[in-house]
């Protein structure tokens, strides 16, 4: 979907029930992907799972094959596991999670915009500070998950070792990139941690607000020198999209890599 189509369905003010029904879906995906990116879900977690992509197209205003093409999966999964109450793989369960998170901020970006905004209205902070200081609890669920989704990957590409050389090099690469997205995320959990523990120390807010910078630097230094290779390959890494996403709501004024 081109961006400008993305722009037109973004949510107003004076849209309040669709804005709550978006953040609470968006708050229950994020805590629920939490919960299962140590590597595997049960049936309290299928339940509320099944709700959730039940509830999608209402709560985002957005068909089940769209939403379904955004996850990478086929255009009949929602509908199919939420009708044949199947239960999905694992990558396939956070790919989904991960693209209504997506979805969600997309429809919430004018609101929350103006919301931190107008909460740093007499401040001179920037923009990126206020955000995080605001949104630093579901920000912290986020980078914690997807730490752990980055080291379960490591773990499995480890695991691997093949013999021809360009398997090699893509490999190595591969985990280049892993690296840097859990000991970044690793490291923005740890500093939001700190600042939900002691929310007015303004010394904590601006490490956060650093490091988060440095991690979203990182990634694009990283990108330009491997980026067109790494789009043949980038879905074998299934948070890659939702941590570029993370950081670029953060930022907003970031160029993130585009990888849809």
């Known amino acids: 979907m081109a961006t400008d189509e993305r722009l037109t369905e973004r949510l107003r003010p004076?849209?309040?029930?669709?804005?709550?029904?978006?953040?609470?879906?968006?708050?229950?995906?994020?805590?629920l992907r939490s919960r299962i990116s140590h590597g595997s879900y049960g049936d309290e977690e299928l339940d509320q799972f099944w709700e959730m992509a039940g509830n999608v197209g209402l709560y985002l205003s957005i068909s089940n094959p769209e939403i379904a093409e955004r996850a990478g999966l086929g255009a009949n999964f929602f509908s199919s596991v939420v009708r044949d109450r199947r239960r999905p793989k694992l990558a396939n369960f956070l790919k989904a999670l991960t693209a209504m998170i997506d979805v969600a901020d997309e429809r919430l970006f004018d609101i929350e915009t103006r919301e931190v905004k107008s909460s740093g209205a007499a401040s001179d902070r920037p923009?990126?500070?206020?955000?995080?200081?605001?949104?630093?609890?579901?920000?912290?669920?986020?980078?914690?998950?997807?730490?752990?989704?980055?080291?379960n990957e490591i773990e499995g590409l480890d695991g691997e070792r093949p013999n021809d050389p360009s398997s090699i090099s893509r490999i190595r690469k591969q985990l280049e990139i892993l690296e840097i997205f859990a000991n970044g995320f690793e490291q923005i959990a740890d500093a939001?941690?700190?600042?939900?523990?002691?929310?007015?120390?303004?010394?904590?807010?601006?490490?956060?607000?650093?490091?988060?910078?440095?991690?979203?630097?990182?990634?694009?230094?990283?990108?330009?020198?491997?980026?067109?290779?790494?789009?043949?390959?980038?879905?074998?890494?299934?948070?890659?999209?939702?941590?570029?996403s993370m950081l670029g709501w953060v930022g907003r004024i970031w160029q993130l890599p585009q990888l849809q």
């Open 127 to 151: 923009f990126g500070n206020l955000l995080i200081e605001r949104e630093r609890s579901q920000l912290l669920l986020m980078a914690a998950s997807l730490a752990r989704m980055a080291r």
């Open 14 to 31: 004076d849209q309040k029930i669709e804005v709550s029904r978006a953040k609470e879906l968006r708050g229950a995906a994020i805590e």
């Open 192 to 244: 939001l941690g700190a600042l939900d523990a002691n929310p007015t120390e303004p010394f904590l807010l601006g490490k956060a607000s650093k490091i988060v910078s440095d991690v979203g630097n990182q990634i694009n230094n990283w990108w330009k020198t491997n980026g067109p290779e790494a789009v043949d390959w980038g879905m074998r890494i299934p948070f890659f999209v939702a941590g570029v």
